[in-house]
């Protein structure tokens, strides 16, 4: 699948069932978190890849959507405000775009995954032991969904031209 095709066809899935990653695939999910853009290249991230499921249950309990922990693998996505002094706006954008990468490499892969910004981070921060200094700010389940054609639908809004487009060409 091409990158714009992937952009074009990805949607959050939010239910899943259990299926087994192989290292290709978990080593793809490392490089798209390690190889997104980052302000100053400072890289003010860090990313836990959490396979036990002991732990995704508990994850899975401290999201608002509850989501069923049927997943072998949840990413949490943490500013790592050592580097950048304090929690900063490069330091959320270097998350965020991290997390994009992410969802396009698991949905070019053929699996699923959802951003998940609606969770209790002091309770991921106990149940992960986060030092100090980290802030956990996105949680990612993935893993296979139900329905590969996704549910729900998702509706964008119509490009509107700013008129600063005009005086731009
Ligand atoms: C910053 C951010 C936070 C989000 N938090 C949640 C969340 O807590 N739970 C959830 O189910 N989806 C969450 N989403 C996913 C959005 O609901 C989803 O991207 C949106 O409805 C558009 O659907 P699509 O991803 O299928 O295009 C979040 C997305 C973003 C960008």
Redesign the pocket.
Known sequence: MDVVEAIRT?????KFKQCALDSNQVQAFKDAVRWAPSAHNLESRKFYFVFDQTKVKDLCAV???K?EPVMPLVVVACADCRRTGSLDKYAIMDV?AS??NL?LAVHGLGLGA??????DAGEARKILKIPDGFEPL??VPIGMPTDPR?A?S?K?KRWKSPDGEKKWK
């Open positions: 990805r949607r959050s899935i939010r999201t608002l959507n989501f965020a997390v994009e969802l959802v951003w998940v910004g609606a969770f996105v949680l996704r729900g998702r964008r």
